[in-house]
């Protein structure tokens, strides 16, 4: 892609149950309370939960992402409940190649939002809007090799484990795992949907 920045995004993509949007200013209270109350659930896997030491650090941090969000140079977005509106955890398409057309889908969820399918249909939404509108030819996951959950996201949105990229991801205390690597390429991308019609 020759112009990122010239590309007209929507501001929300809907599912049945789940709405994923870009962040606004005034989201980072919201974000804050989410982290907040899932510290010992996200920190193994998440480094970044440490950053969110009050709401203003949230903020902060919010603002900072509708800035990358202006410049294309990071897609991240909050994961909200359909029908109440509730700020439920964050996504996004991350490390961005437009050059190769290559997106990495992130993911995590407060505690109290588990278990009702809100991961999965964000990253069946986020997959297809990264097919659909940006003409991906490369979406992947990676996740830690011991983050179960993550990785049953992955399989359950039926991408492919490419396989174990070692020593290659850090958790909060700097400890090195060896992750796990999933994508989906057009071709499967294809069939994946192809499958579901």
């Not at 606004?24 to 309370?33: H, N, T, V, W």
């Not at 996504?91 to 505690?111: K, S, T, V």
């Not at 069946?124 to 509108?133: D, N, V, Y």
């Not at 991408?159 to 990229?165: A, K, L, M, N, Q």
Request: net charge negative.
């Amino acid at each position: 892609m020759e112009a990122p920045i010239l590309l007209d995004l929507p501001e929300e993509l809907i599912g049945d149950t789940t709405v994923v949007r870009r962040y606004r200013s005034g989201d980072g209270p919201a974000l804050f309370e989410a982290v907040d109350e899932s510290r010992e659930h996200i920190l193994p896997w998440m480094p970044w939960g440490n950053v969110h030491q009050t709401p203003d650090d949230s903020e902060k941090l919010v603002r900072t992402w509708v800035a990358r969000w202006q410049l294309r140079e990071d897609l991240p977005v909050g994961m909200f409940e359909r029908d109440t509106g509730r700020f439920l955890g964050g996504a996004g398409l991350h490390r961005i190649d437009w050059h190769i057309g290559a997106f990495e889908i992130g993911y995590w969820i407060r505690r109290t939002g588990e278990g009702r399918g809100h991961v999965t249909q964000t990253v069946q939404l986020l997959t297809s809007f990264a097919f659909k509108s940006l003409n991906a030819n490369r979406v992947f996951i990676r996740c830690a090799a011991g983050n179960l959950r993550s990785a049953a996201v992955a399989k359950r949105a039926g991408f492919i484990y490419e396989g174990s990229i070692r020593n290659s991801i850090k958790d909060a205390d700097g400890n090195l795992h060896d992750a796990l690597m999933f994508s989906l390429i057009p071709e499967d991308w294809t069939a994946l949907a192809d499958r579901h019609m």
